[in-house]
């Protein structure tokens, strides 16, 4: 998929910019807080119905204004499909060709994106939230129901937490919720698990090819209920039986003290470099490879699917050194999906693969070609 | 100063959910355009409402008398409860025309989030109910949510050691639907819930 125009109006910083982007590379560029990176957002918002960085979606919406739209034209798997995504107080507004969108599989199967950003070092050096949500998302990317399976767990585990800390509830509720838990559970683990199979394989060849072949072999593994031995898929009912298990020993620990003590919400993704946890001792550009890895490995696992998402790269000049840069952009010629990079100095990314490039200057939120590819 | 009859009447229509300032102008000036009596009746029924409408003792639905004509009618089968979140709820089962039993409304569903326990909802009068009659199977019917899910593993858990028979309204593709065409959560709920033929 590719997306051939963007269209935003008062959208952070932005009043008004249309971008003729049907490219094979669109490169934004301009200085620090100009709005570079706020277009990338647009696309990921477009992609994903969320930012990354903001979840109230009045700061999104540009000083003084009452409502936000992007517009978007993908040409994909299902030919030209026009995408509007709009917010303001009163509604919030879905349409795929004018059409308004009922179902967010909908949505999601004629735009998705995959985002590498300088936040992202926290995969690799932050806590297990960040890993976990990453694995939640590749998950997602290749299979959009991912996504109903871990809303439904948070929201089982959210009235369970309620439940013991309100501290009225006997161990028959307290069971009752489990019950439900220990299914939805059962299925986030295995579907966790399937995604770390089809992500391990790509994630230690994007990584010899980012890091170079003398910076040790990277690999991935689950560590707590879902773990599984490497290419192993679980069956969810075998995980929801362990489950169970682990929750009637754990339950009068869980009432006592009035937290859900076990589950798939407590699992970890372990990032090994030859073979100890990257999380203790990789230094910032090791990580930095890592989450790069990571990300090129989602790409893939897509790819075969019969998918190719958008692959969105957030102010690249500041976060690779030059031979990870030239090992990066040797990785992205062999690569069939649209990239989008932002960067403070176009000479520094080089000549980008077969040419196949549109530029924009970002400057004070306004957005302009730019004819010739900077020297 | 007297209020303007028909801004006050635009005013209180609005605060029917659903119902925004345009709507609520609309239908005041279509009442204003029919006979008078159409209003009437519908103001004396709004306003009998809640003197008239009452909670039937036994099963908790809304009626006119406690207990309800359904609670009070003995060729009701007995045997067979069904247990459904809200007074409405009944009236989809009833369209049906296939059910014969007695209903009882717990008044919503366990949510901790929301602070709604056993306690707030009609469980102990179901209870008292499983062993004042002689019931022999608890058909819940709560809907297919999580909340649903999780007040309908608590009534079995409560009930069953009682002997009483606990089955789940099964869910899943609605008959009509082209298989290709049914929302996946409906298939997958069908998929779970398949039988032999």
Known sequence: MRLVSLEVADWRNVASAQLDTNARFV??????????????????????????????????????????????MVVGESGRRRLRWARSAASRTMQIDGQNVRQLRDW??????????PEHGAIIRGGPVERRSFVD?????TRPAHLDVVRQYARVLRHKAALLRSRKGGRVQVESWNSQLALLGGQLAARRAAALCDLSEPFVEAHRAIAGPRSGVATLRMR?????????????????????EKLSTGLDDEIRQARCLVGPHRDDLVVDLDGHPARNFASQGQARSLVLALKLAELEAARRQGLAPLFLLDDLTSELDRSRMVRLMEVLADLKNQVWLTTTDPRWLGPLPGGDVVSYKVAAGRVEPLSEPPE | MAADPLRRCVGQLSRLPGIGQRTATRLAYWLLNQPDDVARDIGEALSELHDTAVRCEICHDVAATSPCHRCANPQRDHRVLCVVERPQDIGAIERTGTFEG????????????????????????????????????VLVATDPDVEGDATALYLARLVRPSGVRVTRLAHGVSVGTELEFADKSSVARALENRREI
């Open chain 1, 224 to 244: 707590g209920l879902g773990r599984a031995a490497p290419g192993e898929r679980l069956d969810p009912a075998v995980v929801t039986a362990q489950f169970i």
């Open chain 2, 102 to 137: 007695r209903y009882h409304v717990l008044g919503g569903a366990l949510a901790p989030l929301d602070g709604v326990g056993p306690e707030q909802l009609n469980i102990r009068s179901l209870l008292r109910r499983l062993s004042d009659q002689p019931v022999e199977e």
């Open chain 1, 27 to 72: 490169v934004l560029h301009g200085d620090n807080a100009q709005g570079k990176t706020n277009l990338l957002e647009a696309v990921w918002t477009l992609s994903n119905l969320r930012s990354f960085r903001e979840s109230r979606y009045q700061r999104l919406i540009r000083h003084e204004c009452d409502s936000v739209q992007i517009d978007g």
């Open chain 1, 137 to 141: 998302r590749a998950a997602f990317t």
């Open chain 1, 108 to 117: 999601f199967a004629v735009l998705r994106a995959v985002l590498f950003c």
